[in-house]
């Protein structure tokens, strides 16, 4: 297999959720122009909507659906009509994701709670849904959005939001338990690990403490609107095959400098 043939997605189809916007957009743009079928899902429809007109444009079938990814019902919808529509599910990218800043010592449990649902239940139920069908394939490539932060403890100056690290935490393990339960049916399940990236949702932290990360960045810069396009489409192509329970960093060096 030629180079061009690993890294194509021609034919399959994607799920991305959370793809309105911010990485997952980013995501979804690169599967549409390696030639994926795309669907992509969230609370925010109409921004969906608009997204998958513009991933028209670019020869590939796109469709947008509404979805609260803590809600089984909702999942199961997603899951249903990307199969009426495209009778195959290739790729799921579980990137929706919240957060809430607060002390550790004054996290309120509600707060605590939506997160989890959000960054790890909804992943589990989501995973669980596309898992079957994948199983049944024989072939399928999972994978979660984790983050830097769920590697370690992390400095309150610079970001105060124990239930974000912890969920991405428990999203790394996930992963990598995941791998190990699917590997046998030819189910990859990866993760990435972004570091900061100037989206809609690392905005409050990078107002507060944009500087101080930017020192602890070897690369000087946050991500770009590009940086996430390839680390997305290798664990999601042919060219990742031999790829079990990774979990790719993708951060401009910052945890690489961590002793």
């Keep these: 297999m030629n180079i061009q043939d690993l890294f194509s997605l021609k034919g399959k189809t994607a799920i991305v959720t959370g793809g309105g916007r911010g990485l997952g957009q980013q995501i979804a743009i690169a599967y549409a122009e390696a030639g994926a079928n795309i669907v992509v899902c969230s609370r925010n429809v109409d921004a969906c909507k608009?997204?998958?007109?513009?991933?028209?444009?670019?020869?590939?079938?796109?469709?947008?659906?509404?979805?609260?990814?803590?809600?089984?019902?909702?999942?199961?919808?997603?899951?249903?009509?990307?199969?009426?529509?495209?009778?195959?599910?290739?790729?799921?990218?579980?990137?929706?994701?919240?957060?809430?800043?607060?002390?550790?010592?004054?996290?309120?449990?509600?707060?605590?709670?939506?997160?989890?649902?959000i960054n790890l239940k909804a992943v589990f139920l989501f995973s669980q849904?596309?898992?079957?069908?994948?199983?049944?394939?024989?072939?399928?490539k999972?994978?979660?959005?984790?983050?830097?932060?769920?590697?370690?403890?992390?400095?309150?100056?610079?970001?105060?939001?124990?239930?974000?690290?912890?969920?991405?935490?428990?999203?790394?393990t996930f992963t990598k338990d995941?791998?190990?339960?699917?590997?046998?049916?030819?189910?990859?399940?990866?993760?990435?690990?972004?570091g900061f990236f100037p989206t809609k949702m690392a905005k409050a932290i990078l107002d507060y403490s944009g500087e101080k990360i930017l020192e602890r960045t070897p690369a000087g810069r946050f991500g770009s609107d590009d940086d996430m396009k390839g680390p997305a489409l290798f664990l999601a192509s042919d060219a990742s095959d031999y790829v079990f329970g990774h979990v790719l960093v993708v951060d401009g060096g910052t945890t690489a400098g961590v002793q």
């Excluded at 997603?78 to 290739?90: A, N, P, S, W, Y």
């Excluded at 995941?178 to 972004?194: C, G, Q, R, T, W």
């Design 129 to 140: 849904a596309v898992g079957k069908i994948m199983v049944e394939q024989k072939s399928g």
């Design 50 to 117: 608009q997204f998958t007109e513009a991933l028209q444009e670019k020869g590939v079938r796109a469709l947008a659906l509404k979805c609260d990814v803590s809600n089984s019902d909702d999942i199961q919808h997603v899951v249903d009509q990307t199969m009426k529509e495209f009778g195959r599910i290739d790729i799921l990218v579980n990137n929706s994701g919240t957060s809430w800043g607060a002390p550790a010592l004054e996290m309120p449990a509600d707060k605590w709670d939506k997160v989890m649902d």
């Design 142 to 172: 999972i994978i979660n959005i984790a983050s830097i932060a769920g590697m370690g403890g992390q400095d309150p100056l610079v970001m105060d939001a124990i239930g974000y690290s912890a969920s991405k935490g428990a999203v790394i």
């Design 178 to 194: 995941l791998a190990v339960k699917l590997a046998p049916y030819n189910v990859h399940v990866n993760a990435i690990a972004p």
